[in-house]
């Protein structure tokens, strides 16, 4: 029944992601299921699978009109995906046969008109693969962790020879689950590779930009300042930028960008290349404050404004004294918007910070009262090694002075 194979299932949003295209002779058939199993948009369709561009449009109504006036199996079951009621179900379990049926009982499952998936038994290849989704979707509802990630893995297996796309989806998909669940972490970066693998760029953009994003953040917290996989997290983070726009996604533009600059400040400093990175990482981090606002988030401004106070005061410029004055002015606003009684980690750092940026300025005096209130924080909040950075820091005043005179 299912003619054209392989079949761009589960590729596109619903309704389209269940539509099944019947058979043409068009010689625009070949090159337009090739661009849907991208997951692209064909340049021109065979008139018998106008429905499905419609479908894609978000036009059901016209999808429907360009079905043919037809009671074949294939057409009911595609004007039951795009318009199905519950009796429909009813009337085409028992009409339809096969691989059709298996869908048709995964279209019936999803709307709410079954309470169970259909058997995966005798079905190939996406099909096989979209009847697994929807069984590992099943065993998320029941909080089967286990046997979800075994639909998925089986799910994977059967897409990944006819549809390299959808396994893709597939193993972000298996990815995310075991991001949730506190799964391994060298699983979880496998299956986000190889979504990245499988998705192309040109197609699949929000889903390969959740895989980037997400294989960068877990790069990154793991990189315990190896330049290797912080170069990594770098290409993931600017992966995702590729979709996550200022324009479109301000949000997850900022974060990404305040994430970028995370990772090449992390980096050792032991390259000429690195002054650049430090460059980079400053306007990255400006960029971020360009979305984040204090009023409406004051938890993500406050963060990266303190990103950009510390990353002014180490990186390298032509204009030191310029980024420092930046710097501590950053510092002396933050510490008008935090209490030392109610947060006293953070206010100790920024006055840690602060004073390490008055003293590169030459300004001792003011340096070693900011420190000795940092040591005073520190101390009460037993940080035994924060108290320990900030007395060399006062040592090392007390040296230069020394020395100078």
Do not use: K
């Not at 298996?174 to 669940?181: D, F």
């Not at 981090?285 to 510390?310: F, G, Q």
């Amino acid at each position: 029944m299912i003619a054209v194979r392989p079949q761009p299932l589960g590729i596109f949003a619903l309704p389209a992601g269940y539509l099944i295209l019947p058979p043409s002779d068009a010689r625009t058939a070949a090159p337009a299921l090739a661009a849907l199993l991208r997951g692209a948009r064909p340049d021109e369709w065979p008139p018998e699978w106008d429905f499905y561009a419609h479908a894609l449009d978000g036009d059901i109504q016209a999808a429907l009109a360009a079905l043919p006036a037809s009671s074949d199996p294939l057409t009911r079951y595609n004007r039951y995906v795009l318009d199905g009621a519950p009796a429909d179900d009813l009337i085409l379990s028992t009409i339809l046969t096969g691989e059709l049926a298996s869908l048709q009982g995964v279209a019936a499952f999803t709307m709410g008109h079954r309470s169970e998936p259909p058997p995966p038994t005798g079905t190939t290849g996406e099909v096989r693969a979209l009847v697994l989704i929807t069984h590992a979707a099943a065993a998320i509802e029941r909080n089967n962790i286990l046997a979800a990630d075994q639909a998925f893995a089986d799910a994977l297996a059967a897409a990944v020879n006819v549809s390299p796309v959808l396994a893709g989806y597939i193993a972000l998909n298996r990815a995310e689950l075991a991001i949730q669940h506190g799964g391994e972490l060298s699983l979880i970066t496998r299956w986000l590779q190889q979504a990245l693998n499988l998705i192309p760029a040109e197609s699949g953009a929000e889903q390969r930009a959740r895989a980037a994003l997400q294989l960068g953040q877990l790069l990154h917290e793991h990189a315990n300042g190896q330049r290797g996989p912080l170069q990594a997290a770098v290409r993931c983070y600017q992966e995702a930028l590729r979709f996550y726009q200022r324009e479109t996604y301000p949000l997850e533009f900022a974060f990404i960008q305040n994430n970028l600059a995370l990772a090449y400040l992390a980096m050792p400093m032991t390259e000429a290349s690195d002054r650049l990175r430090g460059a980079i990482a400053v306007q990255a981090l400006r960029a971020a404050l360009s979305i984040y606002d204090p009023d409406r988030h004051p938890r993500e401004w406050a963060s990266a404004r303190l990103n950009l106070a510390n990353a002014l005061q180490y990186v390298h410029s032509a204009h030191p004294a310029e980024h420092l004055l930046e710097a501590v002015a950053i510092y002396e606003d933050l510490l008008q918007r935090r209490d030392s009684a109610t947060e006293p980690a953070g206010y100790a750092r920024i006055l840690a910070n602060l004073g390490n940026a008055l003293a590169h300025l030459g300004i001792f005096a003011e340096a070693r009262e900011r420190l000795r209130q940092a040591e005073h924080l520190f101390t009460q909040i037993g940080d035994e090694s924060a108290v320990m950075t900030v007395r060399e820091l006062l040592a090392n005043i007390d040296q230069y002075e020394a020395v100078q005179h």
